[in-house]
């Protein structure tokens, strides 16, 4: 499967952006979706993920963004979105979409991640 994310960019600490995460080359709702964010010199850091069809298209999301961030998904337009809200500069990073089929319960683990987007960029200023 390959993703394509986008919707990255410049934004001032308490704005908005939603990121996006077009997905072709297979069934789309089989997979669990995430998203990942990667700092400069870090790891991956796990962001959101949510269910695949099947499991109940629930959700999860990093402590770090509860409150401020949700993750959704359109099947029939194979996309998964990323609405991140009251943006902080520590937010900033690059953005990654991935692919998984694992189990629910390890789906903040980056290593059991298949396919991944090439990333977007966000960045958030003071």
């Known amino acids: 499967v390959q993703l394509q994310a986008s919707g990255g960019g410049l934004v001032q600490a308490g704005d908005s952006l939603r990121l996006s995460c077009a997905a072709s080359?297979?069934?789309?709702?089989?997979?669990?979706m995430g998203w990942f964010r990667q700092a400069p010199g870090k790891e991956p850091e796990f962001v959101a993920a949510i269910q695949r069809r099947g499991y109940g298209s629930g959700t999860r999301v990093a402590d770090s963004v509860k409150g401020r961030f949700a993750i959704s998904r359109d099947n029939a337009k194979s996309t998964v979105y990323l609405q991140m809200n009251s943006l902080k500069p520590e937010d900033t990073a690059v953005y990654l979409c991935?692919?998984?089929?694992?189990?629910?319960?390890?789906?903040?683990?980056?290593?059991?991640?298949?396919?991944w987007g090439q990333g977007t960029l966000v960045t958030v200023s003071s």
């Open positions: 080359g297979r069934t789309f709702s089989n997979y669990h």
């Open positions: 991935a692919v998984t089929q694992i189990v629910w319960a390890y789906v903040d683990d980056a290593r059991r991640y298949t396919h």
